[in-house]
């Protein structure tokens, strides 16, 4: 039995569930598609603070939807919200499924660079006493940001924007891309890794 490609299945997805896509009225929504480890909880808790309901990481939507391949309720779940940050959202056969069931929703992609980001695995994976290997978490992180950038190469500036959540006026770039008026110029600092276990 041949395996399906990503790209085949998630056309067969859209092809089956088009009438979905056509009679929706979901409207946009805010997705933030950063790697782990990127500071997606941080950018997270500002849209909450520019007033979005707002979702992150899921266990049941992760788990029993998105592991299950029931895409539809995920799109249905999507839908009860205004913005995401983390998994499913940032996964890349979700992405081309939300921009279609979602049209003119915008998109965060948050970026940090090699050294930073493999402590910061280091970290999180220590906290959990799980062994980590930064080599092969940097490749997927590259293999993430590939697929976005050429994704989104074509998207309008105004509906996909590149941040880095230790920029000094982060937020308020992010505010000025969402139409709305920052409370400071810097982003919160949330989900330390030092302070996963606690979480």
């Not at 994704?151 to 996909?160: A, I, T, W």
């Not at 230790?166 to 330390?192: V, Y």
């Amino acid at each position: 039995m041949t395996a399906i490609s990503l790209k085949e299945r998630l056309k067969r997805f859209i092809d089956a569930h088009a009438w979905r896509f056509m009679q929706s009225d979901y409207g946009p929504k805010v997705f933030v598609i950063g790697y782990f480890k990127t500071g997606t909880t941080s950018v997270g808790k500002a849209l909450e603070l520019l007033g979005f309901k707002h979702s992150s990481f899921n266990h049941y939507v992760f788990r029993k939807l998105y592991k299950k391949g029931k895409l539809d309720k995920i799109i249905l779940f999507t839908s009860k919200f205004e913005s995401f940050d983390d998994a499913p959202w940032l996964k890349e056969d979700v992405i081309p499924i939300l921009d279609k069931a979602f049209p003119k929703s915008k998109w965060i992609y948050l970026e940090r660079d090699e050294e930073s980001w493999k402590r910061s695995l280091k970290r999180w994976k220590a906290s959990l006493n799980k062994v980590s290997n930064p080599e092969k978490g940097w490749m997927d992180y590259q293999n993430h940001a590939n697929f976005i950038l050429k994704y989104f190469e074509e998207k309008s500036k105004s509906n996909f924007i590149t941040l880095d959540v230790r920029d000094p006026e982060g937020f308020k770039k992010l505010g000025i891309f969402l139409g709305k008026i920052s409370p400071t110029p810097f982003f919160p600092h949330d989900n330390k890794s030092a302070d996963v276990n606690s979480q």
